[in-house]
């Protein structure tokens, strides 16, 4: 039997060139306004310059700040958009980690690779979490245990309540610091998402759905 041709990989692949339009703004969708001034850039190229900058420089912290609402906005990846809109793949990042911890444990600085194993734990993490949503998608809608259906208010008069906590307008510090910061640039760490998340649901009582929405 003849053996099968191999092809080299084309060093580059042309495609279509989009041509320039006018990005309606939020009011042609129907959606407010959402300012956001310090947004991060999304597209591939940002995604792959993130994941390189936090691998080579910085990722050296990652284990000691990664929980920091200030330090953590420069020691983690930032690479959660680029994930979840697909301008990286979770493969790419993880074999990319790999190779950067094998670097700097080659150089004998622990402490980089220590912070390169944390960062994957997390990556771990990050699939454990999106497959019980494949496998239960129902989590999104309805309560785990039936007898806390209905537990939570959600009638109008606490969209007021709702309101405060997104602005950042309840009047306890920390937590409205944290959702400022969260309107200012689009971005929390876990640790923060978490806390003003647990935050709504056990102090103003709000049905988990209601402000994840918001």
């Avoid at 990005?23 to 591939?44: H, K």
């Avoid at 990286?88 to 402490?111: C, I, K, N």
Wanted: glycine share 6%; charged share 25%; aromatic share 10%.
């Amino acid at each position: 039997m003849r053996a099968a041709r191999t092809i080299d990989a084309p060093e580059r692949i042309k495609g279509p060139v989009p041509r320039p339009i006018d990005w309606p703004d939020a009011a042609a969708f129907g959606l407010d306004p959402d300012p956001c001034p310090e947004r991060q850039v999304g597209g591939r190229a940002e995604g792959l310059s993130l994941l390189q900058s936090f691998l080579d420089v910085r990722g050296r912290y990652y284990r000691k700040e990664m929980s920091s609402p200030a330090a953590g906005a420069q020691s983690c990846a930032r690479i959660s958009a680029h994930l979840s809109l697909g301008c990286l793949s979770m493969r790419e990042a993880y074999q990319a980690a790999l190779m950067a911890r094998s670097t700097w444990r080659g150089e004998g600085d622990v402490a980089f690779a220590q912070s390169i194993d944390s960062f994957i734990a997390r990556l771990h993490w990050h699939c454990h979490f999106i497959q019980k949503l494949e496998d239960e998608p129902e989590f999104e809608r309805r309560a785990m245990h039936p007898a806390a259906d209905g537990l939570r208010p959600t009638a109008p008069e606490h969209a007021a309540i709702v309101r405060r906590w997104e602005t950042g307008q309840t009047g306890y510090p920390f937590v409205d610091a944290c959702m400022r910061s969260l309107r200012a640039t689009g971005w929390l760490n876990f640790r923060m998402r978490a806390m003003v998340m647990a935050f709504s649901s056990y102090h103003p009582w709000q049905d988990l759905r209601v402000p994840a929405a918001a």
